[in-house]
């Protein structure tokens, strides 16, 4: 099967269990879309992290760790109207280079440079280095992935 995006669930036992399989798979299947992966097919177990979203007590976990992460810098886009939070994930989805990112964000580079210094502020001078750019990375795709599935903002 190629050109197809599948959730799997299962596998199912009984009325109340194929019920259990298919709200799985459709789960997944929302994930995988709000992820942009493509042409994918995945069951729960295959989407690492992201899983924590499949079920209630999971994205109330989710949503405590983004909040624990990236809580300032959510707070002041809420407060100031601004993009600070797409910044930050557009840099490190960019890998971390300045250049990738300006471009990527259609800004010149002093502005980055700017805005990284406001991120860093809130989140502290780590939040771009080793384990703390994993965890803010996760914290920023998290919160991207629960706006995509309607949950409410964190």
């Known amino acids: 099967m190629t050109g197809a995006t599948a959730g799997l669930g299962g596998p199912a036992h009984g009325v109340a269990g194929l019920a259990a399989a298919y709200r799985d798979?459709?789960?997944?299947?929302t994930v995988l879309h709000a992820l942009d992966r493509a042409d994918v097919r995945a069951a729960p177990a295959d989407l690492g992290p992201y899983r924590y979203l499949l079920s209630a007590s999971g994205r109330a976990d989710a949503q405590r760790f983004v909040q624990a992460t990236?809580?300032?810098?959510?707070?002041?886009?809420?407060?100031?109207?601004?993009?600070?939070?797409?910044?930050?994930?557009?840099?490190?989805?960019q890998g971390r280079g300045h250049t990738a990112t300006a471009a990527a964000l259609t800004i010149h580079p002093n502005t980055l440079y700017q805005r990284l210094e406001r991120i860093a502020e809130r989140l502290g001078d780590t939040w771009r280095h080793g384990d703390r750019a994993l965890?803010?990375?996760?914290?920023?795709?998290?919160?991207?992935?629960?706006?995509t599935l309607g949950e409410p903002p964190t």
Request: glycine share 4%; charged share 25%.
């Open 25 to 29: 798979a459709t789960a997944c299947l």
């Open 70 to 93: 990236i809580g300032p810098l959510l707070d002041h886009d809420a407060r100031h109207r601004t993009d600070l939070t797409g910044t930050a994930d557009t840099f490190l989805t």
């Open 135 to 147: 965890d803010v990375h996760l914290a920023l795709r998290l919160h991207r992935l629960a706006r």
